[in-house]
């Protein structure tokens, strides 16, 4: 593995809200992710 910890951790998606800190709902997909909070809707990275 020629990747280090910290480098694959930034590629991984969120699992809280930013804003509310509440547990995201997350689709990962080829093109990116999407994420959903109860609150706040939704969030997507492509």
Do not use: K, Y
């Not at 590629?11 to 999407?34: E, H, K, N, Q």
């Amino acid at each position: 593995m020629g990747e280090c910890a910290g480098c694959a951790r930034t590629l991984d998606p969120p699992r809280f809200c930013a804003m509310c800190g509440t547990r995201l709902a997350v689709r990962i997909s080829p093109a990116g992710w999407v994420g959903r909070c109860q609150r706040h809707g939704e969030v997507a990275r492509a």
